[in-house]
Each structure stands twice: as C-alpha cells, then as structure tokens.
C-alpha cells in the first residue's frame, strides 16, 4: 500500500511537498460534547449507499465544538482496519466532464482542478451525486486558514514566515483562477456565476481535506472527518488492489472516544496556512530564519565565493539563498546519542564564512576544508577565536529574532484599538499559538550556541 499524504503548501506533505485548511480539534484539547445532527445521519446512510459496501461498522460521525468528528461506536483494538473509502466515491480530476477537462491548460494544478469539480458540484444542488458530502463540508466563515486572514490579522504573525507564505499563497490561487475562470463561464449551465471568493473557499476545502494519493488529489468523505493528531502513528493508506483508502488504528480506543489520525509531520506554521488550526504545544515546530549577506563588505565576492565552493550540496535546512540573503529552516534543539540536533550546519558554516575578517581567514577555511570532505559545515574551524566570533554573531541574530518575537506576542497581550478587536479570538489564539512555538525553538537554539561558546572559551 502506498502512504496517502495529507496536502499541503510544498512543505513537504503539505502538496505544498511540504507544508500543505478548517478549523480541527488540537490532540491536547479536552474531549468535546458530542451531538448528532440529521445531516449527520444521511450522510451516512448517503455514504452506505453510494459506496454499495459499508465504509465503517466501527466509527460514527457526530458533531462537537470542534466541528463534525470521528468516534469509536465499539471498542476498537490496536492494528484493526478501521475504515475502507472505495475510490468511486471520492471526489478526483477524473470526475469532471471532458469537455471541461480539455479545456483546463497546465498552469491549472490538481488542486486547483478538484476545486474546480466541488464548484461544479456545488452549484448542481440538488442533481449532484454528492449533495450529503458538499453541505457537510464548511463554509468560508467556519474556516480560519491565513489565507483567508485580513491585512490586519495578518499583522499578528509579520515575525513568522508565514505572513509571506499567505501572501504568496493568495496570488498563486489568483493565478490558478484567472486561469479557470474563462473555462468555467463557457459552461453556464455547469458552473452558475463564476467568482473569485467561490474559486479560493472551494480551493481551501481541497488543499485542507485532501489526500494525495497513487492515482492523484482525493477528497474521500467519512476519512475527511478525522482531527488531527501530531504525535497518532495513524495515516491514510490506499491500497491499489482493492482500490480503497484505508485507515489502520495506531492503539486501542474505547466507546466513545474521538478517533485521530496523524495529516503529517507539521509545524504551527503549516497548520495554520493550509489547515486552519494550530497546536498549543507543537512538537514539529519550526522556524524560517532569513539571515542579511552585506554586498558592501569589502569581502563580499570573496565570501560568496567560498561559501558556494565549499557549503556543500543543496540542505534540507537551506531553504533559498541569493545573492543579498539566505534563509534558513532551524528546528527545537533535541539531544540523539548525545548530540545536539536542530541547528543546522549549514546555519554555522554561513557565519563562518561572512563573518570572516580577512581574506587570509577565508583561505584558512577553504584550506581546512579540502582536507575534509570539501564542506565547512562539518567541523569547527581550527582557530577557536574565529569559531567563537562567528557563533556570536549567530547568537546575536538569534536574539534580534528573539525580541522581535517578544514584542509580537506581547503585542497580542495588550492591542485593544479598534483593529484588534476586530479580531477573530480563534485566530488571536492560533497567531499565540504560531509564535510561541517558533520563539521556544529560536530560545532552544540560542541556549545551545550559548553553551557552545562557552565551552570553546574555557576549554
């Protein structure tokens, strides 16, 4: 079977690859009241029916404070399949017309062409196959992905990397629109009035409750339910034999209790642009850190120079880099066999290298790097000074951020103008929520270098 990745921005699963909307419990919440509701029940019996198979004899969808929800309807072991979606009931590409599909060119995305069938499927009301799905499914004002943040909201998270990615999120879904759009209005009678708001809320439904499957972007009733949970061992899986995606149960549950699984390995940060949600305490945590390369440095083509011969292959930890900065990804440090493991490497050979004060220093590294395996990122340079004087200037970009971060979350503490009250307190609490987590890895990694330093000093 192959894993199903929940979508995402380009992180990594996000189909973002990497980072990839709707308001979902967050696993350290306390177990919500649960309602039925009759749209619960004929989505059911609607599911049953479609399906022709029964999807789950152990799971009942109810609703609670945290919107619609799986539970367990009997005690449910350890290693049991829990659910089984045939792919005929759920919502791919390859259900649009094909006159319609023939139309869509290649700047229209899988995403973007899922949204495009839930549009069509939207406005048929009544006549559409999915009708119990689609009015399961939330509105716009029910869904608190930054995408749909206002400038003043967005104001709340400008310290994160994410006020950026929201912004550029927003224009690539204008792209993907002004793209579809044309197609759309040549069918009237498919898709009603075509509009922008219609096109993003649809598309935020698909890159939020989708999965990524062998044959392509899902949107599969029943499994779409599940909340999340960071540390659920528990994922989707489709198996091409049967055609079904499946869930497997990671641990015993009780009647009763909610059911989770785990979307992926994510931030704060990619929960709260393609999920709409964050966690209080959020073991994936991460922060995006864009560190200046002066080009008045006297130096500064020689340090390019020698940071592009010598840094190594493309990092993981490396984000971007140009010719004025370079970004990069710095995780919660975290002891394994007794090492550290968050700061990057490449992160310490970058202050190595531009921090440098004289030409004979960059010869220096550039010679203790050939005696290596040609990267600088492996091991400390030779002269402690330098390795001490370079991490200072790590740690003092560290504490620029650090306070910048402060300011932040105080900020959210004390705004009372008419802005702020404005406010969403669901999305006040998911910007908390983003920037305390991004600040506890920032304070982890000044600790380490702090001890770092401290260590070459009295050694």
């Not at 010869?363 to 040609?374: F, H």
Request: charged share 25%; with cysteine.
């Amino acid at each position: 079977m192959a894993a199903g990745a929940r979508l995402a921005r380009g992180v990594a699963s996000r189909i973002g690859g990497g980072r990839r909307l709707l308001s979902r419990s967050a696993a350290s919440k306390p177990q919500a009241t649960t309602l039925k509701d009759h749209n619960c029940t004929a989505f059911l019996r609607w599911l049953q029916r479609k399906a022709g198979t029964q999807v789950s004899s152990v799971l009942d969808v109810a609703t609670s404070t945290f919107g619609r929800s799986l539970f367990a309807l009997e005690p449910i072991q350890e290693g049991d399949c829990i659910l089984g979606v045939p792919y005929g009931v759920q919502l791919t590409q390859d259900k649009l017309p094909q006159e319609v599909c023939m139309l869509l060119d290649n700047r229209v995305g899988d995403t973007a062409k899922v949204a495009v069938l839930l549009m069509m499927e939207q406005n048929l009301g009544h006549a559409s196959g999915w009708e119990p799905y689609i009015k399961s499914l939330p509105c716009k004002d029910q869904m608190h992905n930054v995408m749909f943040w206002d400038l003043n909201e967005l104001q709340m998270v400008r310290n994160s990397s994410v006020y950026n990615e929201a912004i550029e999120q927003r224009e690539q879904i204008k792209k993907e629109f002004s793209a579809v759009k044309p197609v759309l209005e040549y069918f009237p009678h498919l898709f009603g009035e075509v509009k922008w708001e219609d096109f993003m809320h649809a598309y935020a439904l698909v890159s939020s409750r989708a999965w990524r499957t062998a044959k392509g972007v899902s949107l599969i009733p029943f499994a779409d339910f599940l909340n999340h949970d960071g540390r659920s061992n528990s994922i989707l899986l489709y198996d091409e034999k049967k055609d079904v995606s499946e869930v497997i149960a990671d641990r015993n549950y009780a009647v009763g209790e909610q059911v989770m699984i785990r979307y992926g390995k994510y931030s704060n940060a990619v929960l709260a642009l393609n999920f709409g949600f964050t966690l209080s305490r959020n073991i994936y945590d991460q922060v995006q850190t864009w560190v200046d390369m002066p080009d008045e440095d006297l130096f500064y083509m020689e340090k390019l120079d020698t940071w592009l011969r010598h840094h190594g292959p493309k990092s993981e930890d490396m984000f971007s880099c140009n010719y004025t900065k370079a970004s990069f990804v710095i995780k919660e440090v975290k002891f394994c066999r007794g090492k550290a493991v968050g700061v990057p490497q490449i992160l310490r050979a970058f202050f190595r290298v531009f921090y440098a004060t004289s030409l004979e220093e960059l010869e220096e590294m550039s010679t203790e790097a050939a005696r290596g395996d040609g990267r600088l990122a492996r091991r400390p340079l030779e002269n402690r000074e330098r390795e001490i004087h370079a991490h200072s200037m790590l740690l003092l970009h560290l504490d620029n951020e650090i306070q910048g971060y402060f300011t932040a979350i105080e900020q959210l503490k004390i705004a009372n103008d008419t802005a702020s009250r404005s406010v969403q307190p669901f999305r006040k609490q998911m910007a908390k929520d983003l920037l305390v987590g991004e600040l506890r890895v920032l304070q982890s990694s000044r600790a380490w270098i702090a001890i770092y330093c401290e260590n070459l000093s009295i050694s």
